[in-house]
């Protein structure tokens, strides 16, 4: 046990069956499986999910928790929309409380007067289903724009599909429906009941409508409501914009490109074969390199592991401050590294001249040269917010540090050390929804596919020069082959197009309740 691959298992239900039976069949197996292996396997239960739910990793209480959090906001933000929209459709209503006495007094029923505002109401109400499938629209583009973006090594299930089909048409249609006979038969019904004849009597003294309690009542908690919810809007809305205000450095003067080499035949299967094809890796792309430094309208060249801003993240440990492992064995508590020393970074693999190229200057001590590529030499340089988080300001470097992971049966694996040897500011200037990201920066010789990234000399077009590199790569060795070549402006954007588009969304979201809400309190 645990040493062979991970296994995911997944099956189709019987006809009829639903996931609350088949986990119900389940539980008694893994009860079975539990009472026989218990010090192995006794904490372990079987758990039955649905496939979608379990690809997207819907199925921890915390990450459902966050889910109904943030239904519950999104809940809150409609409702206020909803009361200033019935505030401002009764003022309105109200407002025309003299043409429906008058009406009334001269012989049309009540069926009329009210059947004439609900149509005025499916009129409003049609222009706002139309605006809506329009906004509809363009955000299922922008999603299949950030899905694209997403899927360059498959990473997005064939079955996902973001279009707009008939159901959602039709949830629209009814939708609006529901609107227009809230809006309309509420505010008409009141109108044209018991108040006919009193606005008949107020006419000559140019009295005013008085508003009832219900209408009174929707005013205060729309106050309340807003109050509550837009500051906090606000306030996310200005965090946002500055994750998406820009990288910091001319990134549209960069050309990027994913370059990979296919392998061999002879290069698969054992250690030696995957050391024979790295090597290769590591030549072809060298010389690649050494092909672009050459191009005069090429400045500098550099690869890493990821786009800038988009590495992934790890646990770590500092020397003296043991990080500390539960294995969860009684099965209580949480499993793997916790514990206020275990840390988590962001994690970039660079090359040597990977600062160099983006003329990113060192804070503290000096970034990496060719020296650092040497067997037995493991340095690192991190970012201004790890210097801050983990060290509280102090000058990080000398010290170390070690990455933490896991073994055969999830038993705890700790890294080599590795020593800090400067301090970069944060490359590039995005921030996370929360607060900057913390970044370690490791020093490589081979990466599998590597992004290149080319910068221009004297404001060259960097999209001209993709042909250039194309040939270069073509005539270096036809087993070289590249993707997504473009500015790097456009692959940092793309990284970075889900955080635009919510805060798009939420900044959109802000005014609009800012704008009703002011018009409602003035209705």
């Not at 140019?206 to 306030?235: D, E």
């Not at 890796?281 to 500098?300: G, K, M, N, Y």
């Amino acid at each position: 046990p645990g040493e062979g691959p991970a296994l995911f298992p997944f099956g189709r239900l019987s006809p009829g069956a639903s996931v609350e039976d088949a986990r119900a069949e389940l539980t008694p197996i893994g009860d079975r499986v539990a009472a026989e292996l218990p010090d192995k396997r006794g904490h372990v239960r079987p758990h039955v999910m649905g496939f979608p739910q379990s690809w997207f990793e819907l199925d921890s209480p915390e990450t459902q928790m966050v889910f109904a959090a943030l239904q519950l906001g999104v809940t809150l933000l409609l409702l206020i929309i909803c009361v200033n929209i019935a505030i401002l459709v009764y003022a309105r209503t109200a407002t025309r409380h003299a043409e429906i006495a008058v009406r009334s007094a001269l012989g049309a029923s009540r069926m009329r007067i009210v059947a004439q505002l609900v149509g005025e109401a499916l009129v409003l109400a049609g222009l706002g289903a139309v605006v809506a499938f329009g906004l509809i629209s363009v955000i299922a583009g922008q999603l299949g724009n950030v899905t694209s973006a997403m899927d360059v090594n498959g990473n997005i299930p064939f079955w996902l599909k973001l279009e707009i089909s008939p159901a959602t048409v039709g949830y629209l249609v009814l939708l609006a429906l529901l609107a227009a006979l809230v809006i309309g038969v509420v505010p008409a019904l009141q109108m044209t009941g018991k108040r006919v004849q009193a606005n008949l009597q107020r006419l000559s003294g140019h009295a005013s409508v008085r508003m009832g309690k219900l209408w009174t009542s929707l005013i205060v908690a729309q106050v309340g409501i807003t109050v509550a919810i837009l500051p906090a809007s606000v306030f996310l809305g200005a965090h946002s914009l500055k994750a998406v205000a820009g990288p910091g450095f001319p990134a549209e003067q960069y050309l990027s490109a994913e370059l990979g080499v296919s392998r061999e035949p002879n290069e698969t299967g054992s250690d030696d074969a995957n050391r024979r094809f790295d090597d290769r890796v590591t030549r072809l792309r060298d010389e690649v390199i050494r092909r672009l430094q050459a191009e005069p309208e090429v400045a500098a060249v550099t690869f890493s592991a990821d786009v800038p801003g988009n590495e992934g993240s790890r646990q770590l440990e500092v020397e003296g401050l043991p990080a500390k492992f539960s294995d969860n064995s009684t099965g209580k508590g949480q499993f793997g590294w916790g514990g206020e020393n275990a840390r988590r970074a962001r994690t970039a693999d660079v090359d040597h001249a990977f600062f160099e190229t983006f003329r990113v200057a060192p804070i503290m001590g000096r970034t990496f040269s060719e020296t650092d590529l040497l067997p037995g030499t493991r340095n690192v340089v991190v970012n201004r917010t790890f210097a801050d988080s983990v060290f509280g300001g102090a000058n990080p470097v000398g010290r170390k540090i070690r990455w933490l992971g896991y073994g055969a049966e999830y038993t705890p694996v700790r890294e080599e050390w590795q020593e800090i040897i400067g301090v970069v500011p944060n490359f590039p200037a995005f921030v996370d929804f929360e607060r900057p990201r913390a970044v370690v920066y490791s020093v490589v010789r081979h990466v599998q596919p590597a992004l290149l990234s080319i910068h221009m000399r004297g404001g060259a077009d960097p999209s001209a020069f993709s042909s250039r590199l194309r040939a270069i790569t073509s005539d270096v060795d036809q087993s070289m082959f590249l993707r997504e070549v473009r500015p790097l402006s456009e692959s940092i954007a793309a990284t970075h197009l889900p955080l635009q588009l919510a805060t798009s969304a939420l900044i959109a979201v802000a005014i609009s309740v800012l704008i009703l809400s002011s018009a409602g309190l003035y209705a």
